[in-house]
T-cell receptor
Framework: QKEVEQNSGPLSVPEGAIASLNCTYS??????FFWYRQYSGKSPELIMF????GDKEDGRFTAQLNKASQYVSLLIRDSQPSDSATYLC???????????FGRGTSLIVHP | DTAVSQTPKYLVTQMGNDKSIKCEQN?????MYWYKQDSKKFLKIMFS???????INETVPNRFSPKSPDKAHLNLHINSLELGDSAVYFC????????????FGAGTRLSVL
């Protein structure tokens, strides 16, 4: 059973701080990694994707992948109240190409 | 112009009924998916089609039957609805199954009474 684990939170950070979200996965053959943001009552939307070890930056967002330790993280710099949402980590297994989502981490950014 | 559109947005029905949810994408993608998101917000894959061919079928009861008439459409038919089928169902599409960047529809909230 392939698993993707996330701390459910809520993670509460003040406005302007860095929010750090973590995700671990069980399938060592996983090859594609994603962070989606989901506002309450809405559909998931892609924030970041990463395929290779290391860091990938896009604006205020940085995704970090460490395949040896089987974790992927998302850093949100200068957090804004509009970043308050549930963040879903998703992993695609090599071979079967089955996407597996974590249960999500609830982020609250307070003014 | 919505990239991935699902209809209906809300579906309220009685136990034992049969219902369908439709999904269409205008992104030219090859791969489409159906997910179920339960009350605890866990998003679980049900099916995936690549270019009209079923490639993922994740231990879903056979009361659920997907149909892909062409690669832009993936519909979900549910027979003999049960209380436990109440959830939000999301359709998604991606350019291909390997890289898997997914675009989601707005969701269909199914309530079985």
């Amino acid at each position: 059973q392939k698993e993707v684990e996330q701390n459910s939170g809520p993670l509460s950070v003040p406005e302007g701080a860095i929010a750090s979200l973590n995700c671990t996965y069980s399938d060592r053959g996983s090859q594609s990694f994603f962070w989606y943001r989901q506002y309450s009552g809405k559909s998931p939307e892609l924030i970041m994707f990463i395929y290779s070890n290391g860091d990938k930056e896009d604006g205020r967002f940085t995704a970090q992948l460490n395949k040896a330790s089987q974790y992927v993280s998302l850093l949100i710099r200068d957090s804004q109240p509009s970043d308050s949402a549930t963040y879903l980590c998703a992993v695609i297994s090599g071979g079967s190409y089955i996407p597996t989502f974590g249960r999500g981490t609830s982020l609250i950014v307070h003014p | 112009d919505t990239a991935v559109s699902q209809t209906p947005k809300y579906l309220v029905t009685q136990m034992g009924n049969d219902k369908s949810i439709k999904c269409e994408q205008n992104l030219g993608h090859d791969t489409m998916y159906w997910y179920k998101q339960d009350s605890k917000k866990f998003l679980k894959i049900m099916f995936s089609y690549n270019n009209k061919e079923l490639i993922i079928n994740e231990t879903v009861p056979n009361r659920f039957s997907p149909k892909s008439p062409d690669k832009a459409h993936l519909n979900l038919h549910i027979n003999s609805l049960e209380l436990g089928d109440s959830a939000v169902y999301f359709c998604a599409s991606s350019q291909d199954q390997v890289r898997g960047i997914q675009y989601f529809g707005a969701g269909t909230r199914l309530s079985v009474l």
